[in-house]
């Protein structure tokens, strides 16, 4: 099985930066994809970025160019780096991790991050 442990979460103001950490630890194999994902109240889960075990990356159009997914293998850690923050970025933030060939996903517990003035 995976775990998933985030951190980095926070208030912070309209333009300014966060950094989101998720650490996996448990059965890494190559053949995989970590992802961001989030969720504003009232609003459905939303894909945010993905990277796959060979680094591959995908980003939703809303964060282009703002946020940057990366992967530390020493430590198989994920990042979510958020640049120029906006008030629609506030969500709670949820790390995902899936294998290729299997069905089982595997979730962070989410971490709130509110963009507000």
């Known amino acids: 099985q995976v775990q998933l442990v985030e951190s980095g979460g926070g208030l912070v103001q309209p333009g300014g930066s966060l950094r989101l950490s998720c650490a996996a630890s448990?059965?890494?194999?190559?053949?995989?994809?970590m992802g961001w994902y989030r969720q504003a109240p009232g609003k459905q889960r939303e894909l945010v970025a993905t990277?796959?075990?060979?680094?591959?990356?995908t980003q939703a159009d809303s964060v282009k160019g703002r946020f940057t997914i990366s992967r530390d293998k020493a430590k198989s850690t994920v990042y979510l780096q958020m640049n120029s923050l906006k008030p629609e970025d506030t969500a709670v933030y949820y790390c995902?991790?899936?294998?290729?060939?299997?069905?089982?996903?595997?979730w962070g517990q989410g971490t709130q991050v509110t963009v507000s003035s």
């Open positions: 990277i796959t075990s060979d680094g591959s990356t």
């Open positions: 448990g059965s890494i194999y190559s053949g995989n994809v």
């Open positions: 995902r991790f899936r294998w290729f060939g299997r069905a089982s996903i595997y």
